[in-house]
């Protein structure tokens, strides 16, 4: 399974998204740090969803990355996330 394709399996799972979208923008990132042949190592992920409004900035992102695994999150080089 594309590893965008889990992050947002992952996600579904634990939070009722309202709005969810997520981009590999890998293939920006060509010749930099990180980046592998055959992308899946950049991303940006918005979302929105009623479990994150009460929480600060640090616990949103500690929230998506827990939610993720830290086996999903060890084969990702980069994570823009865009929370409310």
Not at 15 to 36: I, N, P, Y
Not at 44 to 68: I, S, Y
């Amino acid at each position: 399974m594309p590893v965008e394709d889990e992050i947002r399996e992952n996600l579904r799972r634990a939070f009722a998204a309202t709005e969810l979208d997520v981009v590999d923008e890998s293939e920006k990132h060509r010749g930099h740090a990180g980046w592998r042949e055959g992308g899946q190592t950049h991303f940006r992920v918005h979302l929105r969803a009623p479990e994150l409004a009460a929480m600060g900035r640090l616990e949103r992102h500690r929230a998506v990355h827990a939610a993720l695994g830290a086996d999903l999150v060890g084969r990702i080089h980069a994570l823009a996330l865009d929370l409310g």
